[in-house]
């Protein structure tokens, strides 16, 4: 079962985003990945919201990628490299005015 913090950040990220009318596969995904935020530890769950939060911006790429049949667990990972890739751009281009 979903835990009620994986419930509640679900359902604050997909508010600001207009509702799940807009996200049903994403929404389907989402939920398919309960046991895994279920199994992390308490630090890494933290870890993963951060993650989860970061993609957010993806989500209409995510949704439009599930429509076109691929697979929406992809479009999340890839999303959270593209995310991941983003933040290690800025801390490279401030490392490098220093």
């Known amino acids: 079962m979903m835990s009620d913090e994986y419930s509640e950040l679900v359902a604050s990220l997909v508010a600001k985003s207009g509702g799940w009318k807009r996200f049903p596969k994403l929404k389907e995904e989402l939920e398919s990945w ?3 935020w279920s199994s992390l530890r308490k630090e890494d769950q933290e870890v993963f919201k951060r993650a989860l ?3 957010w911006d993806y989500a209409d790429a995510i949704e439009g990628y599930s429509y076109a049949g691929m697979n ?3 479009a999340l990972q890839l ?3 593209l995310a991941q890739q983003k933040m290690l751009d800025r801390i490279y281009e401030r490392m490098a005015r220093k």
Do not use: L
């Open 34 to 36: 309960r046991p895994f």
């Open 53 to 55: 939060v970061s993609i």
């Open 79 to 81: 999303s959270i490299i």
């Open 72 to 74: 929406p667990s992809e």
